[in-house]
């Protein structure tokens, strides 16, 4: 029988139920009752499912990641399990739980870099017995309870108007130290104010209305 392997695929050739090789890309003939299951070895991204995961402090934070892998060894993929993709997304899970459950909930967000390389670390063992090379994993999203949220919201709106009502008490500060100021020196030199009466004085100007 033949078969033709395109150049990111490899064939696990199967002979009266064993393995008896690895095909590469080309063309391959192979006795009739023989098998060849093909596996595709370029890379690939995917997101596993969210979960919703406690934190040390119980709070329950919904996190999502986002994996890159390849197959690299096709036979091992093929006979290791009878679903690998479906192994590989189980332990990316539990390995995710694992980092999280060590976290307080406020810590978990700045942690994404942390996080992603504890579940890379976790999960490199079980993914090389399944025949695949993890290329990175990244925490994607990072979502708490909407009473977190909202609690946040409102911690962000009460500092920008602490943050105004301040800028609004200095304002008044320099404006009541500016007539302290005027009144000081007004007591200090009487003669200023007379001549500020003259200048106000000077400066007015009355229109006639033309006849």
Known sequence: MKHTLMPWERGVHFSKGSVVGELGPGEHRTPRRDLVQRVDVRPRS???AWQDIP???GVLVRVTLVITWSVT???AFVVTAPNPEHELHLV???ALRSAVLGRAHDQVDPDRDTIAAEVLAAVQARAAQLGVAVASVAVRDVVMPAELRKAALAEIVARAEAKAALERARGETAAMRSLLNAA???EDHPAL?????LQSAQTVVVEQPSS
Not at 193 to 197: D, T, V
Request: aromatic share 4%; no cysteine; proline share 5%.
């Open 193 to 197: 104010l007379r001549l500020r009466a």
């Open 46 to 48: 995917h997101t596993p």
């Open 92 to 94: 990316f899970q539990l």
């Open 55 to 57: 934190t040390a402090d």
């Open 184 to 186: 000081r020196l007004a």
């Open 73 to 75: 060894d096709a036979t």
